[in-house]
């Protein structure tokens, strides 16, 4: 990205680019004499892990701030999930049925895309994994209200391309879970859950969590799919145990189509957060 402010030191880049242009000699081709930060092998050290952190935490920060979007809506979800023109192709028959969800989250994304285009793209923003099943339906979503929408990918050992919905500029690239789960979050204004594996638990009880212990502000949450939740979570026996509070169920709620996702966070009246529990500062 271009910057205009004035500074009496070259820039970074011209002086990488004079770098590249230097008499060949045993010195200027030792892999020591290379600029630190064009340097690829000494970035990937181990004991550079600090700075790769740094470094995947400021730059979505950076492109995203230059984009001026300033909230976004985050849909977890499964990547099995077809849509139902491939529901023949699942591999077991409860994919099959949750194929309806994919249409949904397309369906949401897409009004949630409009409602954003109100704010000028700013806010609302829809966010997802970036990659297939119900991250697919949501950048898709987005591309059918004619707006933007931001995929956060991660380097997996299998496939975990974008997908063709994702904006080409808000496309982002993860080597490490924490930073990425910290993107997913940092400006989330509702969270919603459709059906999925442990990448979605985990996705849906960090955010929980940080809720519960008042780590953040508690925003509309929403669980498409009562009865897929409701049978893969026994919500009621972690209060019964005293693991949770009864309040705790109050964190979330369970809805069915986009329409009714759409009216929780209309109709979301911003609560005071919650004061974290003893011991338990996130």
């Not at 409602?115 to 297939?132: A, L």
């Not at 990448?199 to 809720?211: H, N, Q, R």
Request: net charge negative; charged share 25%; glycine share 8%.
């Amino acid at each position: 990205m271009s910057d205009d402010r004035h500074s009496s030191f070259p820039d970074a880049s011209s002086d990488r680019n004079r770098a590249e242009h230097v008499p060949v000699t045993p010195q200027t081709q030792s892999p020591v004499y290379q600029l630190a930060f064009a340097d690829e092998g000494f970035l990937c050290r181990d004991e550079l892990r600090p700075v790769r952190l740094q470094l995947e935490l400021l730059k979505p920060q950076l492109m995203l701030d230059e984009r001026g979007i300033e909230s976004t809506v985050v849909m977890f979800g499964g990547a099995r999930i077809p849509a139902p023109a491939d529901k023949h192709k699942a591999r077991t028959q409860t994919l099959a049925d949750l194929s309806h969800f994919y249409d949904e989250a397309r369906l949401f994304a897409q009004k949630m895309t409009e409602k954003s285009q109100t704010t000028g793209g700013r806010r609302h923003v829809v966010v997802t994994g970036g990659g297939p099943g119900v991250m697919e339906a949501g950048n898709r979503g987005a591309v059918d209200a004619g707006g933007e929408s931001v995929g956060l990918n991660i380097v997996l050992p299998h496939e975990q391309a974008p997908n063709e919905y994702v904006t080409p500029e808000l496309c982002f690239n993860f080597h490490y879970f924490a930073i990425r789960k910290m993107h997913f979050l940092m400006r989330a204004e509702a969270i919603c859950i459709f059906p999925g594996g442990f990448g979605t638990l985990d996705e849906m009880f960090e955010a929980l969590t940080l809720i519960q212990t008042g780590r953040m502000e508690p925003m509309p949450f929403v669980l498409f799919g009562r009865a897929f939740w409701e049978k893969i979570i026994n919500w009621e026996a972690l209060a019964d145990a005293g693991t949770i509070s009864d309040q705790d169920l109050e964190l979330f709620k369970f809805v069915e189509t986009a329409d009714e996702a759409i009216a929780v966070i209309e109709a979301w009246n911003p609560q005071p957060p919650r004061q974290s529990l003893p011991g338990r500062d996130r």
